[in-house]
């Protein structure tokens, strides 16, 4: 894995720590997100054990020491935005991610920040 540092931003919400905090707790090893690339678990974040991120992901940052990972093939398309990862509760979502039997899954929002570019 390599690390590619794109985004403008990247933030975990104190709520999604404290799940992935919950998360690695529970396991006894450290957790990671993927920024899935549409594939089983669409477009979601995705929570896996970190000795599991694939070899073509790329982190693109890490918040709280939690590495965020996204494709290789798809990171150079986050550039310069910012990065959201937050956490809802959700029931009955068939997913991989480790969140999913706790009652939750990860969200993100991503967005280019344009302040300061002239018109």
């Known amino acids: 894995m390599s690390e590619i540092d794109l985004t403008a931003s990247l933030t975990i919400t104190d ?3 404290s799940v992935l905090r919950s998360l690695e707790d529970d396991r006894d090893e450290p957790v990671a997100i993927v920024l899935n690339d549409g594939c089983c678990d669409g477009m979601g974040p995705v ?3 970190a000795s599991m991120v694939g070899a ?3 982190r693109i940052g890490s918040d709280g020491g939690i590495g965020v990972y996204a494709p290789r093939t798809k990171a ?3 550039e310069g935005y910012n990065v ?3 956490v809802t509760e959700a ?3 068939g997913s991989f991610s480790l969140e999913v039997p706790l009652g939750y899954r990860f969200t993100a ?3 280019k920040d344009e302040r300061g570019k002239e018109a």
């Open 15 to 17: 709520r999604a720590q």
């Open 47 to 49: 929570a896996l054990d």
């Open 109 to 111: 929002d991503e967005f």
């Open 56 to 58: 073509n992901d790329v």
């Open 84 to 86: 959201i990862i937050d």
């Open 91 to 93: 029931t009955g979502v």
């Open 76 to 78: 150079s398309l986050r």
